[in-house]
């Protein structure tokens, strides 16, 4: 049997082993998925047991997306950019990382390439995930304008200066509610790369009362527990178009099953099932 598995802490209820499980059955793949709970101080000694116990793969959520870099043989060039490894490969005893998420991203984004391009964006949050969103927005969907806010500004300077080009402007928002709803106007896509609507807080949205969105607005919300945020019910009300978390999620587990095991994740099952564990 081929061994898989999540690193996290805490590793909570990871919709992963769910998805890849089901992946391993429906394909006939003999292999087991498994949530592992890894504190920062057992990380190291995890990833030399992932060795000699022969992984084929893992994943790697928080905290240990940067940190994780330091143990593994090689990783990719968008890895490098953005920092941070969400799967890891084993190959002739080497360990490979990768970063999907940007794939996840990119995938979700996709059909709303053409608005997005040329047009502003708002991203709330500075932490791992909008670092990969930066790196999608900035080196491929190419927008004119982003407008980067979150509670810590300078995470936000250093995020900004990291992923600046020529052609792509970096503007940092104070979390100010009357800064954010001026800017409101002109822009097209927001995304939310904070927790805040997170089960099981889940009366809370980064958009200030007041802000009056419309149906020129795309609004994409990392969170996927629950399905519709706030945000996202905030967005649907003012005829905005919304994308939730799932499809990204969905498309991250699919990119890492295809680098493991070269095979296509079944998407619609996957979709079917975990659809149903979110709905109860
Ligand atoms: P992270 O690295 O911890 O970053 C979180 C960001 O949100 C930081 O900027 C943090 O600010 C800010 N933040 C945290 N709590 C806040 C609060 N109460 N009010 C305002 N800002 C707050 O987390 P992450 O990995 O980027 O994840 C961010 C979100 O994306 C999570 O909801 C996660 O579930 C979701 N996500 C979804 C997927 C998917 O596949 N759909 C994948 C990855 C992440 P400070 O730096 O000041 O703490």
Known sequence: MKHFAVIGHPIGHSLSPLMHNTGFTQLGIDAQYEAMD???ENLASTLQQFRNENFIGFNVTVPHK???IQFLDQ???EAKVIGAVNTVHQKNGKLFGYNTDV???LKSLEPFRNKIQNASCLVFGAGGASHSVMFVLTQNLKPKKIFLTSRTEKKSESLANAFRTL????????TDSKKIIGAIEEITLIVNCTP?????NINASPLPDNTRLNHHHIVFDLIYRPLQTLLLRQASAANA?????????IQQGAAAFKIWTGQELPLSVIQSTLLKELST
């Open 167 to 174: 052609d792509v402007e970096i503007k940092i928002l104070p």
């Open 75 to 77: 990783i990719s060039d």
């Open 66 to 68: 940067q940190a994780v």
């Open 103 to 105: 794939i996840g991203i």
């Open 38 to 40: 890894v504190t920062q």
């Open 241 to 249: 178009t919304t994308i939730g978390g799932l499809e990204m999620l």
């Open 196 to 200: 805040l609507g997170m089960f099981p």
